[in-house]
């Protein structure tokens, strides 16, 4: 009988088989309860253990959500907004220490402290990739050195935190062999980090993103032979000695700032040095050395004279971007006909002048043309568009002196989702055939000579967003089709010569958020379907001829409201002067793309004198909460009683009822109004406050005599009511009087203040800066997030120390920003805003009290503080 299991070598190598199994599922099952118990310690040191509530004992670590796994263990978590809100020592000491991790993500994960390991923690040597942006570390930039551990990390981000220089950076350098090093906005300024970051060697590194500090000194680049792209915009970067030579540095551009490679130079594919202070010419070096770049940004500086010719050979530029600088003479197209690949050309905010040249249009490539605020003349070249392959989105001519109609032939950029011609001297009328523009999103065509009516073809445009027309000389009415584009959002038509009722059909838009008609000559009744706008924050209909009664419904969407979709726009507000021919409580301006200082244009076909103006980017920041913030119906012939339903939008800053014949009472649930800056219902029939009701009578016998005697009282007391009423206004305008005649001796010009956010989100972020100051300055939808608060002048100067240096924390376009410790130790920000006006204006600004209204006269006598956000 053989043997039931044989020996030999069959036998042997099946033991051996079975051993090497056992023995891979023995390291493979210890691995991950190594791993499971690192992960589930970090969740143990969480604040918040409802977060990652799958991560429980007894369970595959491979099945945690964020975990990956490959071979024996976890090799990747991906933890990115995910509110962990716990120190990087947490990390270090679990995630870091997962022992086959290639990959850690905890972007904008709540994490805070200092880049640094306890004893005994270790760091993967597997890893390769950590990402900690938009976190809230801190601590010096050296401390980045802790990472060393990591030997075979090769991308790392840790940009959007609050790093700072500690000024010995330079001593060991970062010690890091990385490809892929950002560190873009954070609060590094010492002329050595750089030095400090490229101290170890900088053999591999591929991509060096500094954006967003304010660094200064130089750059030496010069021994990175990968470094494919450099970001170093928004920094102190400036020009150097020019007498260097060129063939080391960029000369007369940024010497001694950025050094590169006097043979073999650096093949960048993108290049970014926009918003430092490089002043003077555009080097040669730069244009013989850009044949490989598929970027370059050179806007935001202080750069002059005309583009050289020599970028010509920069053939690869698919986007080419010198926008805000001083460069002048005609538009060099042949330097762009040689860019075949170019998609982007971006060059406004400069002072090219003369006309535009018909071979534009051979640019086929092209997606976006912003040639806005230059001085460019002439008339807008009919062959702009007629190449039939042309890729156009964007055209933007805005802010320049075209003159002529506008042609027809731009209906041939049937790409187009972008069109912005403001701020020239077209005229004209409006060409139908920009109703076959099926993808535009955006039409702005305010402040030029058009007539004619709106074309019914534009209703043909579901895609369209938003239509500005201010400031032309449109007539006829709105084009009821109109509510065929669902997706407008933002209406402007002031200032033009339109009649006719406003459609009812307008209240089919769901988006719509602005809807800006004054100054026109529209009759009939305010429609109540304004009411359906499920988004209406801003309406704006003064000087006009509607009448009837105020629609209770208009009011029915407050608290339901979300606009987030119109975030991003830039605006101005232009607060009226209150002068005698100008209405209404000011203008909302889109304002993208044109220089402020030019505002004055406006004044032309107005007849207001602006002289507080306030920009920034609208940012609403309710979701589903929100009310309108501005009403403004004055100058009309509206009849009846003010809607008690007025008070249950919240957030409204300003309502102007003013100049129409309404009456009756003012209903009390104005009160509710806890964020109104501006209050005005001056010039109207009768309006009173109501008095205290007649108490009933408990008995029933003698009601008849008692009712007489109450309706006797109650005309008595409204006689007395009225009477002291009436004393109390002359009074409190004799008080204004007084006090702005002392208030003249003591200040020049009145002082404005609003509260600003200091935060960082990656982007630009200025929150519909109409903030509360003396008048509607501003809108903001954060700014309602804490009651109104009173200050004089005095109270200003203390908390400032007198507007003394030592408060300053920063300037911008607007003027002045000071740190302030209120008396109740409040922290917040006090900007003292430049008034863009001219010198005459300037002059002649007074303080004055506005009309009879005594409602109106006590907002000139405070300065109201609103709070966006506490701290800084």
């Not at 069109?419 to 305010?446: E, M, Q, V």
Request: aromatic share 8%; charged share 15%.
């Amino acid at each position: 009988m053989r043997p039931l299991f044989a020996s030999g070598p069959f036998f042997s190598h099946l033991i051996l088989i079975s051993l090497i199994s056992f023995e891979a599922a023995f390291v493979a099952s210890s691995s991950n309860n190594r791993d499971s118990q690192l992960l589930l310690g970090f969740k143990a040191s969480l604040p918040d253990q409802s977060v990652l509530q799958n991560w429980v004992p007894n369970q595959d670590p491979c099945s945690f959500s964020g975990v990956t796994c490959q071979g024996s263990g976890v090799s990747s978590v991906e933890l990115g907004y995910t509110l962990l809100n716990t120190d990087f020592h947490s990390v270090a000491a679990f995630l870091l220490a997962l022992k086959n991790l290639e990959y850690l993500s905890l972007m904008k994960a709540g994490i805070t402290g200092n880049i640094s390991f306890r004893s005994g923690s270790k760091c993967s040597s597997l890893l390769t990739t950590l990402d900690l942006s938009q976190n809230t570390l801190s601590g010096p930039v050296s401390t980045v050195s802790a990472l060393a551990s990591c030997s075979n990390l090769k991308f790392l981000n840790l940009s959007t935190n609050s790093l700072v220089s500690s000024g010995g950076e330079e001593s060991r350098g970062l010690q890091l062999s990385l490809e892929v090093l950002d560190l873009s906005f954070n609060k590094l300024s010492a002329v050595n980090v750089v030095p400090w970051i490229l101290h170890g060697g900088c053999n591999e590194l591929k991509h060096l993103a500094l954006k967003g500090n304010e660094i200064a000194g130089e750059i030496d680049v010069s021994n990175c032979r990968k470094l494919k792209i450099l970001d170093v915009s928004w920094n102190n970067f400036s020009m150097g000695n020019p007498s260097l030579e060129a063939a080391q540095l960029w000369n007369s551009l940024i010497s001694p700032a950025i050094s590169f490679p006097s043979t073999s130079p650096l093949q960048f594919l993108l290049l970014y040095l926009a918003d430092n202070k490089f002043q003077g010419q555009v080097p040669l070096y730069l244009t013989e050395a850009c044949s490989t770049l598929v970027e370059l940004v050179l806007s935001s500086n202080n750069l002059s004279g005309m583009l050289p010719t020599g970028f010509a050979s920069c053939s690869s530029l698919k986007s080419f971007d010198v926008s805000t600088n001083n460069f002048t003479g005609r538009l060099p197209i042949e330097i762009f006909q040689n860019m075949n690949s170019l998609k982007k050309l971006g060059l406004a905010f400069n002072y090219f002048s003369g006309p535009l040249p018909e071979s534009l249009s051979s640019l086929f490539n092209l997606e976006a043309l912003d040639l806005s605020s230059n001085r460019f003349s002439g008339s807008i070249p009919i062959s702009l568009c007629e190449n039939p392959t042309n890729r156009l989105q964007v055209l933007y001519l805005h802010n320049n002196i075209l003159i002529g109609s506008i042609p027809a032939s731009l209906s041939n950029c049937s790409q187009l989702v972008s069109l912005h011609l403001s701020f020239n001297y077209l005229t004209g009328t409006i060409p139908t055939s920009l109703g076959a523009l099926s993808k535009l999103k955006d039409l702005r065509l305010w402040l030029n000579q058009l007539h004619g009516e709106i074309p019914r073809e534009l209703s043909y445009i579901q895609t369209l967003e938003t239509l500005i027309l201010d400031f032309n000389e449109l007539s006829g009415a709105i084009p009821s089709g109109l509510s065929n584009c669902t997706k407008l959002n933002w209406i402007s038509l002031s200032n033009n010569r339109f009649t006719g009722e406003i459609p009812a059909s307008l209240g089919k838009l769901s988006s719509h958020a602005i809807l800006k008609l004054s100054n026109n000559s529209f009759y009939g009744r305010i429609p109540p379907e304004l009411g359906d706008c499920q988004s209406l924050i801003w309406l704006d209909l003064n000087t006009n001829y509607l009448n009837g009664t105020i629609p209770p419904v208009l009011f029915k969407h407050s608290g339901k409201i979300a606009v987030n979709f119109i975030a991003g726009k830039r605006y101005m507000y232009a607060k009226n002067d209150g002068s005698k021919e100008c209405h209404g409580s000011g203008n909302l301006l889109e304002f993208s793309g044109i220089r402020q200082e030019q505002l004055g244009r406006i004044s032309s076909q107005n007849p207001c004198n602006f002289t507080r103006v306030y920009g920034g980017h609208t940012q609403p920041t309710f979701n589903d909460n929100g009310s309108m913030i501005f009403l403004d119906l004055s100058y009309n012939l509206l009849l009846g009683a003010i809607p008690k339903e007025i008070g249950t939008m919240p957030y409204l800053f300003i309502l102007n009822l003013g100049h129409n014949n309404i009456s009756g009472t003012i209903p009390q649930e104005i009160g509710n109004l806890k964020g109104l800056g501006i209050l005005d219902l001056s010039y109207n029939r009768s309006l009173w406050f109501p008095s205290p009701p007649c108490e009933n009578s408990a008995a029933a016998s003698g009601s008849e005599h008692r009712k007489s005697h109450c309706r006797q009282a109650s005309l008595a007391g409204s006689v007395a009511m009225g009477l002291l009423f009436s004393l109390f206004c002359i009074f409190g305008v004799i008080i204004v009087i007084v006090e702005t005649k002392k208030r003249r001796k003591k200040q020049e010009s009145s002082l404005d203040v609003y509260m600003d956010s200091c935060s960082h989100s990656g982007a630009t972020n200025t929150s519909w800066k109409l903030t509360g100051a003396r008048e509607a300055l501003s809108i903001n939808l954060a700014t309602f997030e804490k009651p109104l608060r009173k200050f004089t002048f005095a109270d200003l100067l203390e908390a400032t120390n007198g507007f003394h240096d030592d408060s300053l924390i920063g300037s911008g376009g607007f003027g002045d920003v000071y740190k302030a410790q209120l008396k109740d130790g409040s922290v917040v920000a006090i900007k003292k805003l430049i008034h863009i006006v001219d010198k005459v204006t300037e002059k002649r600004r007074r303080w004055k009290p506005l009309g009879r209204s005594s409602t109106r006269t006590s907002f000139h006598s405070w300065v109201t503080v609103r709070w966006v956000r506490n701290g800084f």
